[in-house]
Structures are given as C-alpha cells and as structure tokens.
C-alpha cells in the first residue's frame, strides 16, 4: 500500500492535460466517487494497526497534492482559453447584446408626468393593496352605496377590509392626510379591476391621479390645466369637450372627451362617427373629502382627475386592443423602439 501511494504521488505531480475535457477525464480518474483515490481509501481499511498511522499521512499527502495539481491545470487552462494578445485584437468580432425597448405604457406615463411637471405637479405613489378607508369611505363612498360596484372591486374573502385599489384616487386621500396646502401632485400606478378580459378591458390597467389642492381653486384652473395637458400630448389642434358626470368624490364632476386625433373630429369607427373620444374623469373635490383628511374645506378647494394610462396609449399609437399592452409579444414591443 505505501509502495503504491508513492508510485502515486510521483504521478500525480507528472499529471498533465491540454484541454478541459482531458483534465476532466483526469480527475474522475484519480478523484471520482469510482476513482483511484476512493479505492485507496477503501483499502486503507485493511491496513495493518500499527501501519494505519503512517499510511493514512501518505494517503491525505496524496490527496491534497492529487486536488493542488488537478487545480493548478485548470486555472492555467481558463487563462489559455482567452489569451490575453487576443482580447488586444481589434478585428475579432463583437458579441452583440441585444438591447430591450422601453415599454409603450411607460414612454405613455413618463410623458404624462412630464407635461404636468413642466407646470409644477410633483410625482408621488401608493400602495396597490389598499384599505376601505383610503379606496372608498374617505372618498365619500356611502357605506353599501352602489357606487361601490362602479368600479367591479376585487374583495378579498377573509379581510374585506383589504382591497386591491379599483382607482389611484385612493393615493389622494393619502396625500392629503399628510401634506398640508397648497398640493400640487400627480399619482400613476397600476389597478386592478374584476373585468371580463377584451380589446376594450382588463383586469388590471394604470391611472394618473392628479390633485390640485390651494386657496380659491376653480373650476375654469381645471379645465385650463386639461387644455394644456390635452393640446402637449396630442397636438395643439385637439379641442376638449367637459360633460356632466358622477362621481362620489368629486362635486361637480365631469368627463372629458377630446376631439379624436384620428379623424380630427370628422368621424371614424375609433370615435364611433362622433368625432369625440373619452380620455378622463375630473370634478372639483368634494369638501366632505376634504374634511375627511383635515382639510378646512372653507379654507381650500381643489380639483382633481384620473386617466388610464392604456387609453391615452391607445389613441396616441392608434391600436386597438388594450391586450397588446400586457402580452409582452416583442414584435410589437418594437414597434416602439423608435419612441425612445
Ligand atoms: N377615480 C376615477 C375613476 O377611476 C377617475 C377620477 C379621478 C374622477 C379624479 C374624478 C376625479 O374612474
């Protein structure tokens, strides 16, 4: 046996490989579960007593040189793989990375946020796991109200106090609980809807949540401001059009619509022959919201509105299906490389 760990050890220190795959065969070889080394030690068993002290220095002798060669091959075989006077030649060929695009609905909300930040709106978010409080009740929302259907709320059977929020409105309570006037600030995030899913819906889409907050707000501020908003996103012909609406949280409350940037308001099956398309919900905010968030609502007035982020994209790159914008089928994603 000691004859043989010798024999070994000379071997070993001769061991010697050109490639990775020879180096490869070496080591299960001599270092395997089956290898040279495994049955030395199994034999080692059989070693006489007075013997074993001896032979079993030997043995680990041969392992740590057996694993110190095998070792030193590879690392000197890794750096033969990328000699260095190669990387130096400038005629080998690049690896080409490719590069992602930015996704259509982030190009959408980014140049939303910059147009109301060009006349001062900050940029904040909330959570999308929201509480009754801050989603519906502070908002005005009668307690078993029907307007709570309005918005197809996801529920969530064990806690109905939790919600997943159906609107970024829910990010204005949150402000307003916190900051004291003047606000001037615009929320977008995603939120969840329990919709049939189509061309024209889904379960989840993105809002821009924008609240303006002083003293003697009014409303012809907020249709100034959308004028703006409307004519930077979509050309400075399109005209806007404010109808009477309802919601809980806003008094009074309008949508507006645009004139549809496809036909220019002639009429076409996107603006179903009208020459109007809807692109947001506003009103003035309700003073029982702001007495909720402990605002003096003879103090201050203010507006606010929301908009899904996939709308403006639809009618700002002409597509059709809101689906486009969740299935990430790259050709269509680069589409949009050029928006960069
Ligand atoms: N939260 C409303 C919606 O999701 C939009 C809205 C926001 C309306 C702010 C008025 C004021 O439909």
Not at 71 to 93: A, R, V
Not at 178 to 186: A, D, F, V
């Amino acid at each position: 046996m000691k004859e043989k760990i010798e024999k070994l050890l000379q071997e070993a220190a001769e061991i010697h490989a050109e490639k990775m795959e020879q180096l490869e065969e070496l080591r299960i070889k001599f270092m395997g579960r089956k290898g040279i080394l495994q049955e030395m030690f199994q034999d080692f068993k059989n070693v006489p007593a007075e013997q074993k002290r001896e032979v079993g220095v030997l043995l680990n002798q041969l392992k740590d040189k057996l694993q110190e060669r095998l070792e030193s091959l590879k690392q000197s075989l890794e750096s033969e793989e990328l000699p260095s006077d190669k990387t130096n030649d400038l005629t080998i060929p690049v690896r080409f990375d490719e590069l992602g695009s930015r996704h259509p609905l982030s190009i959408v909300r980014s140049q939303i946020c910059d147009i109301f930040s060009r006349i001062g709106y900050t940029v904040a978010e909330g959570p999308e796991i929201e509480d009754d409080w801050h989603l519906f009740s502070a908002l005005n929302f009668a307690p078993d109200h029907p307007a709570r259907d309005m918005q197809d709320t996801f529920f969530i059977e064990t806690a109905p106090d939790i919600l997943l929020r159906t609107h970024t409105s829910s990010v204005q309570i949150r402000m307003m609980e916190h900051t004291k006037p003047p606000i001037r600030m615009i929320f977008p995030g995603r939120v969840y809807r329990n919709e049939v899913i189509s061309a024209r819906a889904h379960c989840q889409f993105h809002q821009v949540e924008g609240l303006y907050i002083d003293k003697k707000v009014s409303f012809a501020d907020l249709k100034q401001s959308l004028l703006y908003f409307t004519k930077e996103m979509f050309g400075s012909e399109t005209k806007i059009r404010l109808r009477p609406s309802y919601f809980p949280f806003t008094e009074p409350s309008a949508e507006m619509d645009i004139s549809c940037n496809i036909c220019g308001g002639v009429g076409c099956n996107i603006c179903k022959g009208s020459g109007w398309v809807e692109i947001l919900g506003c009103g003035m905010v309700d003073p029982n919201v702001l007495s909720n968030c402990g605002i003096d609502p003879d103090e201050y007035s203010g507006f606010a509105f929301g908009m899904g982020i996939e709308r403006i994209a639809m009618l700002k790159y002409q597509t059709n299906d809101i689906r486009l914008y969740f299935e990430n089928d790259v050709r269509f994603l680069r589409e949009f490389e050029a928006a960069l």
